[in-house]
């Protein structure tokens, strides 16, 4: 099974949250597209090629809800809020149609409402 990736890039104070199966060749590709530094500030890992997706979906639509979006997958916040949503999104995910209610699961939906 391949592992992908459910990451946080930051760019001055914007965060770029996205997923990738090739984290350091995204990174590059990122930073190569800007005159500006980018850094890796978190990293969620997943195997195999279902629950990364949802995990960026609930994560960009959560940010999105908070009015954090600046353009594209570029969010503008505080770091420990976006890393916050991101675990909690990525929780979610990786428990969605395997678990009823867990506490896992009830944690991490507190945690998006927040």
Same mark, same amino acid.
């Given at each position: 099974?391949?592992? +992908?990736? !459910? &990451?946080? $890039?930051?760019?001055?104070? $914007?965060?770029? =949250?996205?997923?990738? @199966?090739?984290?350091?060749?995204?990174?590059?590709?990122?930073?190569?597209?800007?005159?500006?530094?980018?850094?890796? =500030? #978190?990293?969620?890992? $997943?195997?195999? &090629?279902?629950?990364?997706?949802? *995990?960026?979906? !609930?994560?960009?639509?959560? !940010?999105?809800?908070? %009015?954090? #979006?600046? /353009?594209?997958?570029? $969010?503008? %916040?505080?770091?420990?809020?976006?890393?916050?949503?991101?675990?909690?999104? *990525?929780?979610? @995910?990786?428990?969605?149609?395997?678990?009823? +209610?867990?506490?896992?699961?009830? /944690?991490?939906?507190? *945690? !998006?409402?927040?």
């Amino acid at each position: 099974m391949k592992t +992908s990736h !459910l &990451y946080v $890039f930051q760019c001055q104070q $914007f965060f770029k =949250v996205g997923i990738s @199966a090739h984290l350091d060749n995204r990174l590059n590709m990122i930073s190569n597209a800007t005159p500006f530094d980018v850094k890796v =500030v #978190h990293s969620i890992s $997943f195997d195999g &090629y279902g629950d990364h997706r949802t *995990a960026e979906k !609930l994560a960009h639509q959560h !940010l999105i809800d908070m %009015g954090l #979006h600046e /353009r594209l997958e570029w $969010f503008n %916040g505080e770091k420990d809020v976006i890393v916050r949503i991101c675990d909690s999104a *990525a929780e979610i @995910a990786k428990h969605q149609g395997r678990l009823r +209610s867990t506490r896992a699961k009830e /944690r991490a939906m507190h *945690a !998006l409402r927040i």
